[in-house]
C-alpha cells in the first residue's frame, strides 16, 4: 500500500506540469499493487488488491483510494481476517499529495525517467510519511505508467498493523508472520479529457516570426517529436525524418509510406503550414495517421520550427 501511494505521487508530478494540465483517472484494469508475505520462514504467498481508484486534478493534486475490502489473498477466511484484524474493518487507505512536476514537464511520449517521490499515506488512523525511487514512463499523449524501480519495503510497525498481524497468527497457529513486506506496484492513469486545459481560441499566427524562434528552446521541444520521428536524413520511425521540411510537399519524402490524407492534402510545408499542422494535426490534415493531438503554446511551436530548420541547414 505503501509503494502504491508513492507512485501515484509520481503521476501526479506528470500530469501536473502547466504543459499537459489537465485531469487524469487511474486505470484499475491495467494496474495492479501486491505484496508478499512469509510464513513460517520459509512459505513465501504473494496477495493484491483488485479494486483501485483515483484522481489527479489539474493542480497536481492527488488523491488514490485503495479498497481494503479487495484484498485477494486466495484464501476467503484469511481474507475476512485481513479485513477485520489488519485493516480493522477500515475500508479504504487514502493517499494525499502534490508534486512539483519540473524534473519530467518534458517528457516525451515513449520517454522515461526516473523520479523521488514524496506522500503521505493514511492508514488504519496512521498517517505515514515516506519516500521512493519510481520509474515513469510516457506511453501516450493520453497515458502514463509509474512503477517501482527498486525493491519497496513496507513495516508493519511504521504502518500500524503489528497487532493485527500477532491476531493472524495467533488464529492460524503459526509461529511466525515477517514484519517487513515487499511491494510491488504497476499504476496507468489516463488522460480524462485530451484537450481539457487546452485554448479553444483559433491558433495564433506565427509564421512571419517562426524562423527567428529559439532553437536552443525548440530542440527541448523536439523531445515530443523524438519518439517517432527523427532528423538525420533519410532515418523514418514510426513517422517520417523531418530532414529538410521547410519547403518540402507533405506526403513526398522518399521511403517512408504516408496517409493518403497527407499525400493528397497538397500542403508545402512552410513556418505557417506547420504552424496550423503542429497546433491541430487532425483539424488541418483529417485522417491523417499521426496520433500526436497538438502543441498548445505559440512559443514552442515557433521553437521547435527553428530547431527544424537550423538542423536541416547545419
Known amino acids: 500500500m ?9 503521476a501526479s508530478a506528470i500530469v501536473a506540469s502547466p504543459a499537459l494540465a489537465t485531469s487524469w483517472t487511474l486505470d484499475p484494469e491495467g494496474s495492479h499493487l501486491a505484496y508478499g508475505s512469509i510464513k513460517k520462514d520459509v512459505v513465501g ?13 489539474p493542480d497536481g493534486k492527488v488523491e488514490i483510494e485503495i479498497d481494503l475490502s479487495s484484498v485477494e489473498t486466495n484464501i476467503d477466511i484469511r481474507n475476512e481476517r485481513m479485513i477485520e484484524y489488519v485493516f480493522r474493518k477500515a ?7 502534490e508534486f512539483d512536476m519540473q524534473d519530467v514537464a518534458d517528457l516525451a511520449v515513449g520517454g522515461t525517467t ?3 517521490a514524496e506522500a503521505v499515506l493514511s492508514l488504519v488512523g496512521t498517517d505515514v510519511e515516506f519516500d521512493a525511487e519510481m520509474f515513469v514512463a510516457r506511453l501516450s499523449e493520453t497515458s502514463v505508467l ?10 508493519t510497525e511504521d504502518a500500524g498493523l503489528n497487532a493485527g498481524v500477532d491476531k ?9 508472520i515477517t514484519r517487513t513486506v515487499p511491494v510491488t506496484a504497476r499504476l496507468i492513469f489516463t488522460m480524462d479529457d485530451k484537450k481539457a486545459g487546452a485554448a479553444a ?14 532553437a536552443t528552446a525548440g530542440k527541448k521541444v523536439f523531445r515530443k517529436c523524438r519518439a517517432c520521428h527523427q532528423l538525420k536524413e533519410g532515418r523514418h520511425g514510426v513517422g517520417p525524418s523531418l530532414h529538410g521540411i521547410l519547403g518540402m510537399t507533405a506526403g513526398t519524402v522518399d521511403g517512408f509510406k504516408f496517409s493518403s490524407a497527407l499525400r493528397e492534402s497538397g500542403v508545402t510545408w512552410t513556418a505557417e503550414t506547420l504552424t496550423r499542422f503542429l497546433t491541430d494535426p487532425k483539424g488541418t490534415v483529417p485522417d491523417n495517421k499521426m496520433q500526436f493531438p497538438g502543441l498548445k503554446k505559440d512559443e514552442d511551436i515557433e521553437n521547435l520550427i527553428a530547431y527544424l530548420n537550423e538542423e536541416s541547414t547545419e
Not at 2 to 10: D, E, G, H, Q
Open 45 to 57: 504467498e504473494v496477495n493484491s488488491f483488485t479494486n483501485l481508484s483515483g484522481h489527479v486534478g
Open 2 to 10: 505503501k509503494l502504491l501511494m508513492k507512485a501515484v505521487t509520481i
Open 168 to 176: 493472524l497468527m495467533e488464529l492460524a497457529d503459526l509461529p511466525g
Open 114 to 116: 526516473i523520479v523521488d
Open 201 to 214: 481560441d483559433t491558433p495564433t499566427t506565427i509564421a512571419a516570426a517562426a524562423i527567428d524562434g529559439d
Open 91 to 97: 475500508g479504504t487507505a487514502i493517499l494525499s499529495a
Open 146 to 155: 509509474v512503477s517501482t524501480n527498486d525493491m519497496v519495503f513496507l513495516s
